[in-house]
């Protein structure tokens, strides 16, 4: 018989009935420490109280209208974004590819009402992660994603990343936009140097090119500023950014500054649940907690001590880790062993991590991890560490 569920997933057997802080409990009563955070999203843990309050409070009151009425709830969230970012204008969605869309559609629409309509070309890089819609795989480019579901969508070129020269050779007079995450999530837990990304603003500048970056996995305190870029200077033209900002609750933006959004006047874009009552009321309650003083202090404390730990643990076993690279609470370790085994001792031992490309295993736990958790957290990923030598030592 057929799944039931459509059988896209290769799902561990394990259902979680509880989370608590950084803490998952599953059916059978095991505890797991969750240094995947349901893939960046659950920022502050699980079932954070200020975020259980506003959604519960709100769900008494009013959960949708649609777009075809004012939400204060997204005035509100918009104005905070806006205050802290280059942005001057935001689109919610109810996801990270919806954003990514929301972005190409914008970059495409800018240079259309400028009256180059000629120009809808966007240029994306090797190991690139955008998203699962047509547009979205289309962008990301790997064929893994494309195979089997048609022409890839028309007008998304890909360049290997780092390269400028092949950037640079890669640009035409039809070229809108470049779209880049500043720290390949997916992909792999890979870095960007920031005079990269400062060449990047540059090139775009010279040429009239829209600068998109995707900060659907690095956004929102995840490397330890509120929106990584903000580590290198250099600032976007559209931002895409979902995963931490509901906290768990469907929610992504698209932001963009005057300029960049100007084509997208009234019945360009729409969605119906996109920045709906519920979603605001998390968001808001959420985007008060990013910005709360000290908050993204605490993320780099505790990044800097997990990445040196993570840094001995790689010295301690040669055989299992190559190297540790990521920024914040966005931590890949380079493994020498299969990620999926390693992944799979780590569960045993008691802690979720999750994979990337690369060979790499990625940690993403809450930003709200306490010193203690890092602590039990590197115990148990030494602990999955060592049972690869024991293993080779039995061999
Ligand atoms: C997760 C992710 C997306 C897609 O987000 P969904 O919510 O799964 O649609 C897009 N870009 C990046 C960089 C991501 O990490």
Redesign the pocket.
């Given at each position: 018989m057929f799944p039931v569920l459509l059988p896209t997933f290769a799902r561990t057997d394990i259902a979680f009935v509880r989370g608590e802080g950084a803490w998952l409990v599953a059916e059978d009563g095991r505890r797991y420490l969750d240094f995947g955070a349901g893939?960046g999203v659950a920022a502050f843990g699980h079932s954070h109280p200020a975020l259980v309050a506003a959604l519960t409070q709100q769900a008494g009151k009013l959960w949708h209208t649609s777009n075809l009425y004012r939400v204060p709830g997204q005035e509100s969230l918009a104005a905070k974004l806006v205050a802290h970012s280059f942005a001057d204008t935001v689109f919610f969605t109810n996801?990270?590819?919806?954003a990514?869309e929301c972005a190409f559609k914008m970059a495409r629409r800018y240079h259309f009402v400028n009256g180059q309509p000629e120009r809808f070309h966007i240029i994306t890089f090797t190991g690139a992660?955008?998203?699962?819609t047509l547009g979205?795989i289309a962008a990301g480019g790997q064929e893994k994603y494309l195979e089997g579901f048609g022409p890839k969508v028309s007008g998304f070129d890909q360049v290997p990343a780092g390269d400028l020269d092949a950037l640079k050779a890669a640009i035409t007079d039809k070229t809108a936009a470049l779209m880049i995450?500043p720290i390949q999530?997916?992909g792999g837990i890979r870095p960007l140097a920031p005079d990269y990304l400062r060449a990047l603003r540059k090139l775009c500048d010279e040429k009239g090119m829209l600068l998109i970056f995707?900060e659907?996995?690095t956004g929102m305190g995840r490397t330890g500023k509120l929106f990584a870029h903000e580590w290198s200077g250099v600032e976007p033209d559209i931002m895409?950014v979902?995963?931490g900002i509901g906290g768990g609750f469907p929610l992504?933006a698209c932001l963009a500054t005057a300029e960049a959004a100007k084509g997208m006047t009234v019945g360009t874009h729409g969605t119906t649940y996109g920045g709906n009552p519920l979603a605001m009321a998390v968001g808001n309650a959420a985007m008060d907690l990013f910005l709360a003083p000290g908050f993204l202090d605490q993320v780099n404390k505790t990044a800097n001590y997990l990445s040196q730990q993570l840094g001995a643990l790689a010295a301690e076993h040669p055989n299992v880790i190559e190297s540790v690279r990521g920024q914040g609470l966005m931590l890949g370790l380079k493994m020498k062993v299969p990620n999926g085994d390693f992944i799979n001792a780590a569960r045993t031992a008691g802690i979720l991590v999750l994979p990337a490309g690369d060979n790499v295993v990625r940690l993403l736990p809450p930003l709200t991890l306490t010193e203690a958790e890092a602590r039990e957290g590197m115990a148990l990923l030494s602990k999955a560490a060592s049972s690869f030598e024991t293993k080779a030592a039995a061999q």
């Open positions: 893939i996801s990270g590819s919806e990514c992660f955008h998203g699962r979205g995450e999530g997916e995707d659907v996995q895409c979902a995963k992504g």
